[in-house]
DNA sequence: GTGAAAGCGCTAACAC
DNA sequence: GTGTTAGCGCTTTCAC
């Protein structure tokens, strides 16, 4: 098991230096007070000695990591990664490091990754909720008094979220396709006992135009499976005049089956990510330049009250994305999404 | 500072069981005898009393955390965690977990992630290196004997890498533009000293048909900032018949200079992702589904060597890319990027 | 200013 | 099978 050399402890440079560990460990942080003369000593000799730090044995004696543990539902997600980038940079600003973990879409996953975090004492987490079976370590959680916040879904009522507004996007896109005559709108969403928001919208949209739901046309698909082969039964049996996507990875199968089927509807998408923008496709854009702030500000906030106990409901948190319209969207022209013809 | 409840211990579960810490910790884990009948009780005990493991005093006294360390340089490359994502996987069958650290592509947090790396006692390092300037840490590393490989990038040519063979995508991309009777083909490729592979292959194939070299052509540019502007300028004082994206990140804003100027170049773009396979652009694929394996299977190999010792010299594994032609690379067709006319 | 010493929670000899 | 005990490397009172 690879021969490891036993790294230098802060034992071994206290020896070398003649003083005490005491003062080594003073020497080498911030607290508390040794000579300048020694101080130097001692870090010169550190670096001489190819001394190493340990956090652990810190972790062990503080109890405390001054790590936030964020949790991403779907590595292959890249709107998780363009937060996940504000936000460890705003931690880092703060102090805190960031310990990332996957649940790939998996409650079991996400058990073990809560659980890894409490294991390594983490002072807050930050997840997005696959489902609510975890409920047992949520509550413990909680107990621990350990800050906890939803990210993007609220699967647990008593748990602060902080979420992007589906409905009021579904909303957008559905009055957007609606007022163009577009009466039978395929609505793509996502099946999530806890997030019936998509829907919400889409059936407002209808109401406020005096225009029936039709409620077999709002179809829910499980994450992390293609909905490809399911997709392209229900718009060959159905009678749909334009689609919309409820994730960027529903978007990329419809038209992979639009292009497949050789059939051009209107079509909106969830998620404003580069190659949508470069095809020209209609989107809902989550405003990703604000989702990190309130999810910091909710953290920090917990993190610098001293006497923080965790409260017995959540707040939600909505941030209102925005409907960025572009041609793919647009009831009269037929698009392919390929770059064989020019248009210009 | 949050008012964390101390949480209990095997000490306090060994005190409600009557029995002492050492039967508690062997019966949680899975080592040493404890009768049957002690062991449910114990376990139930610390299922009630909520017990967590604490992996801090673990590590610390077993000197090892059974944790890999991957650096993963840009956060905004999914092809990084389409890599990744395989590397998660395969670690945890071999009973390893994974820590993720981003260095931003800057050189001061690859040093700071390497240093936390070893404060946290990762049992082995990979990372994709950003420059040749924290020799020093690598160095003391590898004096650890802590398995280190690099990925995608070999900066410091005495420890091991696995590189995509950009050399021969260049060679296979130019050769099929080249073959097309486009002379003037523009390189657009990463300005990082320790990787000249690409313009090799390019160079190869002018030479292979007997070609000569424009080496104006091969344009290097720094990582992490927007070439648009400057590759705008060069296109239009350049007479530049087609092009090769070194990275995907510079397939995608060549894509938009062309759009905005309604040129039409042939073009070629490192990296097989989903959207340049949907706007049907010819790709150099990196084989995702291969490079993990090479990865894993050389620090497993290590870290089961009872008595590795860091070799002086780095063996440099290359994993070749394969030509994906599409109709971006044609020489014929006239290309655009939106998709507001029809192809059928 | 500096040192001595206790202890964070766990594991792994070593006894019995 | 089970208990005792000595640390792992660090921080932090409390003396001096």
Redesign the pocket.
């Known amino acids: 098991m690879v021969v490891k050399r ?2 230098t ?3 071994d440079i206290a020896k070398a230096c ?6 080594v ?2 020497a ?2 911030k ?5 300048e ?2 101080r130097v000593e001692i870090r010169n000799m550190a670096k001489k000695m190819g001394y190493i ?2 956090y652990n ?2 972790i ?4 405390k990591s001054n790590t936030i543990g964020i949790i991403i539902a779907d590595i292959e997600n890249h709107f998780y990664h363009l937060v996940l980038k504000n936000l460890i940079i705003d931690f880092e600003k703060h102090g805190y490091k960031v310990l990332i973990a996957y649940s790939f879409e998996n409650s079991d996953i996400e058990r073990e990754n809560l659980t890894s975090f409490l294991s390594s004492k983490v002072d807050a987490i930050i997840f997005t909720p696959i489902s609510n079976k975890n409920e047992d370590l949520i509550k413990l959680i909680n107990k621990q008094n350990v800050p906890l916040l939803q990210l993007f879904r609220q699967a647990y009522p008593y748990v602060d979220a902080v979420c992007v507004d589906d409905g009021h996007g579904a909303y957008l896109a559905t009055k957007h396709l609606l007022e163009q005559e577009l009466k039978n709108v395929l609505l793509l969403t996502v099946k999530l006992d806890f997030t019936p928001s998509r829907s919400k919208g889409y059936i407002q949209a209808h109401e406020e135009l005096d225009l029936p739901v039709n409620k077999e046309l709002i179809c829910r698909y499980p994450l992390g499976v293609s909905i490809k082969d399911e997709c392209r039964h229900f718009i060959k049996t159905h009678n749909v005049d334009a689609i919309i996507a409820g994730t960027n990875t529903f978007g990329s199968e419809v038209m992979e089956v639009m292009r497949e089927e050789k059939i051009n509807l209107p079509l909106i998408v969830f998620d404003e990510l580069n190659w949508l923008k470069m095809l020209n496709v209609t989107t809902i854009a989550q405003p990703i330049d604000l989702i990190h702030k309130d999810v910091v500000e909710n953290i920090m906030t917990k993190l610098n009250d001293k006497s923080y106990v965790t409260p017995t409901i959540g707040q939600n948190i909505r941030v209102k994305p925005v409907l960025i319209v572009r041609k793919s969207s647009n009831k009269k022209r037929k698009n392919s999404y390929s770059i064989d013809k020019t248009h210009n």
């Not at 003649?18 to 003062?23: E, M, P, Q, R």
């Open positions: 036993k790294s402890s802060i034992k003649n003083v005490s560990v005491a003062t460990s003073r080498l942080s607290r508390g007070y040794v000579s003369e020694k730090f340990n044995a810190q062990l004696q503080r109890g």
